[in-house]
Structures are given as C-alpha cells and as structure tokens.
C-alpha cells in the first residue's frame, strides 16, 4: 500500500472510529471497539473497499499509532468525540508536558487556561517536537509548556493513551507557562 492510500484510510478510520461512527451504520461499544467484520462490511457498502490485511497494514504502520487491534476487534487509542470510556488507568506525568497551539487562541488560553473544546480531554505531548507538529496542523506553531508535575500534586488526574498522548480535563492558567 503507498503512503498516500494509506493516510487515506487512517482518516478513514479516524473519522468514524472517532466521531461519526452513525454515519456508516457502526456503533463504538462503551469503550469504543467494533468488531473488525462489521467494520470492513461497513465500508465496503459505502464504496470504500477495505480489506483486512490493509487494516492491519494501516494500524501496524501508522506514524502515531491511532489505534489498536485486539482479536476481532478495533478502537482508536484517542481524540474520540462520541462518548467512550477508553479505562485508562491514572498515570502519573512527568514533570513538563507540552501542548502545541496557534497564535490567535493565546489571549483566550491565557485567560481560562487549556480546555478540551469537542474532545473528551485536553492532549498534551511528551516532548517539544510532538507539540510543535499538533500545533502546525493550525498554522504557524506555537509551544506551551505545562506544569504537569504540579497539577499533579495539587490532584488532577492524568491518564496516557496507548500511543503516549497524555490526557487531562483542563489545564488552569496557572499551569501554563506561555511564550512572550
Ligand atoms: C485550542 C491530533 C482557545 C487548542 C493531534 C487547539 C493531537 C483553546 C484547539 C490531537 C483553548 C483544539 C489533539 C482555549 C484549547 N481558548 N483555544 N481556552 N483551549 N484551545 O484538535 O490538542 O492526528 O481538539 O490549543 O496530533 O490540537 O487526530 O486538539 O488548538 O494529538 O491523531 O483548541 O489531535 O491527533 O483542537 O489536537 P483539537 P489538539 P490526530
């Protein structure tokens, strides 16, 4: 399969494993599976034709390992905005966590911290490099860092996802340590 077939079935998947599983006629179980068939007869009858070792090719080499397969069955490991309950155990962050962002939100983040806006949580990244790619996909990047070591201690929870996103409900100004 070429790179960009299979970006293609990476947002293929992502959209409905994601956000609009309804749209294809699939509903996510409470953590968020489908079973692999029902997937795969899913999108054939949309008119685009899926086969299983392509699914496994697309999830063994996806550059940010969005989802997992688990027998005959499938999720995404993050960025759901249908409701899902992923069980993600508490983790505890390292020190800094990092959050890649543009511009024209700082004013507003500034004022009332990180939210998730339509996602379950805020995403933050383990390094500077990741963060500076999440917030190029908005325009010209920039990186905040966040005091995750202290959230932590003042008792917000964290959770990581299988592909090493870290996971929080908000993240309060005073956390943020924001450029200028
Ligand atoms: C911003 C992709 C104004 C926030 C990425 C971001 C990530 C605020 C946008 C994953 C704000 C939300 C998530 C506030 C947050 N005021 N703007 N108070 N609080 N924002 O896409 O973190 O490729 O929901 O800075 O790589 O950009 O899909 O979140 O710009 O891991 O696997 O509101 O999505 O992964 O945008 O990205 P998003 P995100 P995938």
Not at 24 to 53: K, S, Y
Not at 66 to 75: A, H, N, Q, S
Not at 162 to 179: H, K, Y
Request: hydrophobic share 35%; glycine share 8%; proline share 7%.
């Amino acid at each position: 399969m070429d790179d960009k077939r299979a970006i293609k079935v990476s947002k293929y998947l992502s959209r409905h494993l994601r956000h609009q599983p309804e749209r294809i006629g699939l509903t996510l179980d409470a953590q968020g599976w489908v079973d692999i068939d029902d997937l795969l007869r899913a999108t054939a009858a949309q008119g685009f034709a899926l086969t299983r070792d392509e699914l496994d090719h697309v999830v063994a080499a996806n550059d940010k390992r969005r989802f997992t397969v688990d027998g005959d069955r499938i999720r995404a490991n993050q960025g759901h905005t249908v409701p899902v309950d992923l069980g993600l155990p508490p983790a505890e962050p390292p020190a800094y966590l990092y959050h890649g962002t543009v511009g024209h939100a700082l004013s507003s983040i500034r004022a009332e911290g990180l939210r998730p806006m339509d996602r379950h949580h805020v995403h933050l990244s383990p390094d500077r490099e990741t963060a500076t790619r999440v917030g190029a996909r908005r325009g010209s990047p920039v990186v905040l860092s966040v005091d995750s070591g202290a959230m932590h201690r003042a008792g917000h929870t964290f959770h990581v996802s299988a592909n090493g996103v870290w996971l929080t409900d908000t993240v309060p100004p005073e956390f943020l340590r924001l450029p200028g």
